[in-house]
């Protein structure tokens, strides 16, 4: 008798387990739910990592963050468009944060098109 019983149990709890996976597979077979879902989950999981590692109240100062942009250059009038700013330019603020004791210098520009300068390199 028992063994019936155990095999009435795992028949019991086999058929639960392939109901339960079978919901589970069809709400992630719906796009639009499955999407928002892991998305909202995502996103609660970076809050909660971010609300208790990576709250910060002081800034580095050893970090400083240049800027080159349109409204940069118009605001000082000597170049006014971003288009006009020179490689040398770019030269010249590397060669200035070199000076200043910069260790690490990130950039992120495209020259897309060649420029006259391009034949001095």
């Given at each position: 008798?028992?063994?019936?019983k155990i095999?009435h149990?795992?028949?019991i709890?086999?058929c639960?387990?392939?109901?339960?996976?079978?919901?589970?597979?069809?709400?992630?077979s719906?796009n639009?739910?499955?999407?928002?879902?892991i998305?909202?989950?995502?996103?609660?999981?970076?809050?909660?990592?971010?609300?208790?590692y990576g709250?910060?109240?002081?800034a580095?100062?050893?970090?400083?963050?240049?800027?080159i942009?349109?409204?940069?250059?118009?605001?000082?009038g000597?170049?006014?468009?971003?288009?006009?700013?020179?490689?040398?330019?770019?030269a010249?603020?590397?060669?200035n944060l070199?000076?200043?004791?910069?260790?690490?210098?990130g950039?992120?520009?495209?020259?897309?098109?060649?420029?006259e300068?391009?034949n001095?390199?």
């Amino acid at each position: 008798m028992n063994l019936k019983k155990i095999a009435h149990d795992k028949r019991i709890i086999a058929c639960v387990l392939s109901v339960i996976i079978i919901v589970i597979v069809t709400l992630l077979s719906v796009n639009s739910f499955s999407e928002e879902f892991i998305q909202q989950g995502n996103l609660g999981i970076k809050n909660i990592l971010f609300t208790r590692y990576g709250k910060n109240d002081t800034a580095n100062k050893n970090i400083t963050i240049v800027t080159i942009d349109n409204k940069t250059l118009s605001d000082n009038g000597w170049l006014g468009r971003f288009q006009n700013f020179k490689r040398s330019y770019y030269a010249q603020v590397i060669n200035n944060l070199k000076k200043d004791g910069a260790s690490i210098i990130g950039i992120d520009v495209l020259f897309s098109e060649k420029s006259e300068e391009d034949n001095s390199l």
